[in-house]
């Protein structure tokens, strides 16, 4: 907000974005685009919205009125002041586009997403691996004592589906589109084959492709890239899909209680989900970049998650047991011998597991899951222009 005229905040619907907003920036009028009276004023008169809402000023749920932003674009370049727009959005690729066309150059975005482990960890509140899982880590279920997350996530899942997917008219068949996402449920983690997955529920490639989108438009899903050193035929392309939030992913699958989680076969994949997602968090929360990868080849050779740093990498693997296992290391072990050059020298690699941490063990690093926040910290990157 020192920097630019606006900052535009992205992420998915309820993850803290207009509590963090109005706790920084007390002072600020604040405009709900959801309220109807107020987006009809700014649908219809924008001049006057911004009399009612002078600047400095948030205005959440940008995406109910995207034309405002060609009457803040204006004000912006009329004031030439900095920090006098805190905008909030909830859906990515359409508000994308508008907010690229309107403020380039005078917005900076930020990906939001919910709460991390150590910022639960923080407010006194650390939870079993299974425990987390199901309750995920949306702000709403942290706030007080006594909320059921099957419950807040049946919600969650039926007001996203009502609301943003049916208000976007994106989606013809709803009751297939709830069915593709309990099937999506269960391939967190893995590669997505869209023929196969298409055929399940009973829809087209391209339906299903756009589908994808719509729900990594809406942050409801996060698509992690392939690593790959040339694009050759021998390493797999496919990404693979993460739920931005474990709990929503539970619930899809049924799964409401730390015992369900324990015995369920899928549990392993919603401990990587988890891992992902909280590396993914630490390196945006600290002004990061999304540097993220996983590699696999065609002889079946797989790192569950790598960090590029400019020319080398850092690789992790991720195991929801809690002992300290050789064979942990055997996929990172392979990847050195066969990748040698480009393997950070300086790092040893490291398995994120549910087990005490063990800072070295058989010249690797073993490191508890609620420590994956400060493993992917990426502060100081980048440089500042002076003149």
Sequence with gaps: ????????????????????????????????????????????????????????????????????????????????????????????????????????????????????????????????????????????????????PAEYYRSYIDTYIDRDIAGMNAVQDLSRFTRFLTLLAGRAGQ????????????????????????????????????????????????????????????????????????????????FENLVVTEALKAGLNTGGSDNLYFFRNSSGLEIDLIRQNQNTVRLFEIKSGKSLDENYLRSMRSFRTKYSALVDKTEIDTVIYSGETCPSYLNASFRNFRETGALFEQRGNGFTLSF
Aim: charged share 20%; proline share 6%; hydrophobic share 40%.
């Design 1 to 148: 907000m020192s920097e630019y005229p606006s900052v535009t905040v992205f992420g998915p619907r309820q993850c803290g974005k207009t509590t963090l907003a109005r706790a920084m920036y007390p002072d600020f009028s604040y405009a709900n685009l959801e309220d109807v009276n107020i987006r009809l004023l700014a649908q219809n008169d924008p001049e006057e919205f911004f009399t009612k809402y002078p600047e400095p000023v948030i205005i959440d749920e940008i995406q109910r009125v995207p034309q405002l932003l060609s009457t803040v674009q204006v004000r912006i370049d009329r004031m030439q002041m900095k920090g006098r727009y805190l905008i909030t959005g909830s859906q990515q690729i359409p508000l994308k586009n508008a907010v690229a066309q309107s403020l380039a150059g005078r917005t900076a975005v930020v990906q939001m997403f919910p709460l991390s482990l150590s910022e639960l960890e923080k407010a006194g509140i650390t939870l079993d691996r299974d425990t987390q899982l199901v309750a995920g880590c949306m702000p709403f279920l942290f706030k007080e004592k006594g909320h059921k």
């Design 191 to 270: 590669l997505v084959n869209n023929s196969a997955l298409a055929g399940d529920v009973g829809v087209s490639s391209t339906t299903l492709g756009s589908w994808l989108s719509l729900l990594e438009s809406t942050h409801l899903i996060y698509t992690l890239r392939p690593w790959f050193t040339s694009r050759t035929s021998q390493v797999v392309k496919t990404p693979k899909i993460y739920f931005c939030d474990t709990g929503i992913a539970a619930s899809l699958l049924g799964i409401e209680t730390p015992e369900q989680m324990t015995r369920d076969p899928l549990m392993g994949n919603l």
